[in-house]
């Protein structure tokens, strides 16, 4: 069984806040939340990842064990005669308690085996490098720059490393450069009306001016953020929505 309390404590105590936290594992802001207020029981996947982020066993989301006050378990008149015959039993042989210690260094008795704590997600760099690149696509159909990397992110957040964050990342500045050239598009369409309005001469390259700018802008930052990705820099796109 886990504690809420105890995956909350855990998470403060490494200095991550609710959405780091959810950028390392894959899980939902909303589960977090709802996870450490207790509204909800994590399972299977959502505890493995959380344990993975955190950089700690399951064992260690259980609940911690209580101090037990010695009134509840004070054993009353009949069971403390009862159990003073039980206290004058002999003590195991400290020969005996020596001889295991001895045999468990020389290795004739195996110790027990540590668990080894699996990570859900799996390191792949060739991933974040095609979901960088698939922002590329906007060169055969406007807006695919957006969504060809949502459908690579949406499907592998959860098994990659590190894919959740990349994606966001270059999703949020694929965002802002479509909403930049739209703006860039009404502005010289505001300019030509005001030109028009005040008879002044007009240049009619504007709008072929902005989208060449504005398409080799988004390929230089492309290959720019792919060679920073090549060198293990997850801190891409720190401009973006």
């Given at each position: 069984?886990?504690?809420?309390?105890?995956?909350?404590?855990i998470?403060k105590?490494?200095?991550?806040?609710?959405?780091?936290?959810?950028?390392?594992?894959?899980?939902?802001?909303?589960?977090?939340?709802?996870?450490?207020?207790?509204?909800?029981?994590?399972?299977?996947?959502?505890?493995?990842?959380?344990?993975?982020?955190?950089?700690?066993?399951?064992?260690?989301?259980?609940?911690?064990?209580?101090?037990?006050?010695?009134?509840?378990?004070?054993?009353?008149?009949?069971?403390?005669?009862?159990?003073?015959?039980?206290?004058?039993?002999?003590?195991?042989?400290?020969?005996?308690?020596?001889?295991?210690?001895?045999?468990s260094a020389?290795?004739?008795?195996?110790?027990?085996?540590?668990?080894?704590?699996?990570?859900?997600?799996?390191?792949?760099p060739?991933?974040?490098?095609?979901?960088?690149?698939?922002?590329?696509?906007?060169?055969?159909?406007?807006?695919?720059?957006?969504?060809?990397?949502?459908?690579?992110?949406?499907?592998?957040?959860?098994t990659?490393?590190?894919?959740?964050?990349?994606?966001?990342?270059?999703?949020g500045?694929?965002?802002?450069?479509?909403?930049?050239?739209?703006?860039?598009?009404?502005?010289v369409?505001?300019?030509?009306?005001?030109?028009n309005?005040?008879?002044?001469?007009?240049?009619?390259?504007?709008?072929?001016?902005?989208?060449?700018?504005?398409?080799?802008?988004?390929?230089?930052?492309?290959?720019?953020?792919?060679?920073?990705?090549?060198?293990?820099?997850?801190?891409?796109?720190?401009?973006?929505?």
């Amino acid at each position: 069984m886990f504690s809420a309390a105890r995956i909350l404590a855990i998470r403060k105590r490494r200095g991550f806040s609710q959405e780091v936290l959810a950028e390392h594992s894959g899980v939902s802001l909303r589960t977090i939340q709802r996870v450490e207020q207790g509204e909800t029981v994590p399972r299977g996947h959502t505890l493995q990842a959380l344990a993975t982020a955190l950089g700690v066993s399951l064992e260690d989301f259980r609940p911690e064990d209580g101090p037990t006050t010695a009134s509840a378990f004070s054993p009353g008149p009949s069971l403390a005669v009862a159990a003073r015959p039980a206290s004058a039993q002999p003590s195991p042989e400290p020969a005996l308690e020596t001889s295991v210690q001895l045999l468990s260094a020389s290795g004739v008795v195996a110790a027990p085996a540590v668990p080894v704590l699996l990570s859900p997600l799996r390191p792949d760099p060739e991933f974040l490098q095609l979901l960088n690149l698939s922002a590329l696509s906007v060169l055969v159909l406007p807006l695919l720059n957006i969504v060809v990397p949502f459908v690579l992110w949406r499907r592998q957040r959860h098994t990659i490393l590190h894919a959740a964050e990349v994606g966001r990342r270059v999703l949020g500045f694929q965002i802002l450069w479509q909403v930049g050239c739209f703006l860039a598009y009404v502005v010289v369409l505001l300019a030509y009306q005001a030109a028009n309005a005040l008879h002044l001469p007009l240049w009619r390259g504007g709008f072929l001016a902005v989208f060449i700018l504005s398409y080799l802008l988004n390929l230089l930052l492309v290959g720019y953020y792919a060679g920073r990705l090549r060198r293990g820099d997850l801190a891409i796109y720190p401009i973006r929505l």
